[in-house]
């Protein structure tokens, strides 16, 4: 059974950072494409950032090009996303998602996590 596990959420001060992890089980998370999706209360589910598998193309939401960081331990079997410089608006639960192949849209992704509530404080 495959599972994805969010971890690294919590409240922080505008400014602070936050690195969220992304752990699998049965599944190697190294063969695939991962993105880190957000929603915010009210708001559609959008795509903050992807890398693919092979973790030669990495694309970001523009709300948070500069600021966010995605990365893969191969060793760890896990997928990071390094939150810097956050702000209120990124308030919103995030999810790490598995697929063939990278990008924002929700599509394409087969094996999602519950999420981890992101809380930032203004």
């Known amino acids: 059974q495959v599972q994805l596990v969010e971890s690294g959420g919590g409240l922080v001060q505008s400014g602070g950072s936050l690195r969220l992890s992304c752990a699998a089980s049965?599944?190697?998370?190294?063969?695939?494409?991962v993105g880190w999706f957000r929603r915010a209360p009210g708001k559609e589910r959008e795509g903050v950032a992807c890398?693919?598998?092979?973790?030669?193309?990495?694309a970001y939401a523009s709300s948070v090009k500069g600021r966010f960081t995605i990365s893969r331990d191969k060793a760890k079997n896990t997928v990071y996303l390094q939150m810097n410089a956050l702000k209120a608006e990124d308030t919103a639960v995030y999810y790490c998602?598995?697929?063939?192949?990278?990008?924002?849209?929700?599509?394409?992704?087969?094996?999602w996590g519950q999420g981890t509530q992101v809380t930032v404080s203004s």
């Open positions: 998602a598995t697929g063939d192949v990278p990008g924002l849209a929700t599509v394409g992704y087969d094996y």
């Open positions: 890398i693919s598998n092979s973790d030669s193309t990495t």
């Open positions: 049965g599944l190697t998370l190294n063969y695939y494409a």
